[in-house]
């Protein structure tokens, strides 16, 4: 079983978590309903069958769950095979107590589809359809090769052939829709929860950065007096030693380099935004900010930031947070690898709502899978025309995914559609003609007074 790299994100990946304590406890509830059940249709509805051989199968399915039990550590996780083995071995077991009791007319013949239900959530499809088609195989056999059940008197216990075909048709689209059914919810399940633990990370990240920045610039506040305190002396004693050559140019680099400190410094603490003051911006502070990575990649984004309706003159202020950027820089980062020349990001608000629109001059989205844009793990689908909308991408949704989830946690609404066609009536004539996502927030959401008192800047831990 291939196994993914270290800190790789595996929407496929499911082997060694099936814990053998966990499977053994549910084999060992499985068999005592089965010993319950022989012994009530034994002895109170009579029912004859060939006990010894019965027993012999109820044993060697009680002694494999105490050797479960007795010989591997509780901690024990089976892998793919281990699992399909004892997959096959239960299912196998349970075959021959139906052959041993009636065949496929025994009501609990049912009970064939638990492991396959099970084995589809647990191992990878290849291993299920091998089961599915296995545990077919063997009750078609016991369909027409079984004992049958006797009462007491002697007489065999008989089914009409059309319920008998009935009980095995049931029991085959059984196995074919439980394996089917329980794989997909496996495999959405896994999707959904690695594309979380990745939108996890990728806010981790932000976060990390953010207040790594925030250190920073605290740090270059905290080293400017102490530097300008340098310098000045500096500048004083290079006045002071002007007639010796020597310690005048000793003078000179102590200057330099308490200039070069500070430029670092700031540089280093351009990005920090653990200050308050920096934890708010305006709207085109952060699109600017979010976009920064993407806009030295050979492609023009154009910023348009103006009031909508009913919208104040002077732009909203916003909070500065880690899934806003993260999730504004991925929306801008996928409209720049498909934009042809220019991508467009425009603002608009008005007074409860702040709508933010991201086009690009490419080809637009896939028709087909416009109504999945948000969903991780996008299997490519093939466009109706025969023509590729957006080439040589092999990307799963997963950036979108993120920046979706990010941009929700915030209190937006995202939708994804291409623009229209020039000339379409009610077109916005600054709108490109590519995808476009839209992006809207109620303002009291994100918005924050600019006037109100900020707080004071607590100091860094010593």
Known sequence: MTMPAFGEISQDHRGDWVRLRTMTYVRLLALSGQVAALL???FHFGLRFDVALVGLVVGAAGLSILSSLMLFPQTKRLSEAEAFLTFLFDIALLVCLLYL?????NPFSLLILAPVAVSAMALRPRSTLILSLIAIALVTLIAFSHQPLRFADGTVLTVPPLFAFGFWAAIVIGI?????????????GTSLANALLAAQMALSREQKLTDLGGVVAAAAHELGTPLATIKLIA????????????????ARILREQADRCRDILRSMGRAGKDDLHLRRAPVEAVLQEAAEPHLARGKTVKFRIAPGPGGAEEQPVILRRPEIIHGLRNLIQNAVDFAQAEVSVQARWSDKHLSLRISDDGAGFPPQIIGYIGEPFIRRRRDPTGTPRRPGYEGMGLGLFIAKTLLERSGAVLDFSNADAPGVEGRDPEALTGAQITVVWPLARIAVDPTAALGENLPLPL
């Open 40 to 42: 009530v249709a034994h």
């Open 101 to 105: 009791t009636g065949g496929i007319t």
């Open 176 to 188: 074919l829709f439980q394996a089917f059914y329980a794989h997909r919810v496996a495999a959405e």
């Open 235 to 250: 500048s004083e004693l290079a006045e002071e030693v002007k007639d010796r050559p020597d310690l005048a140019e000793d």
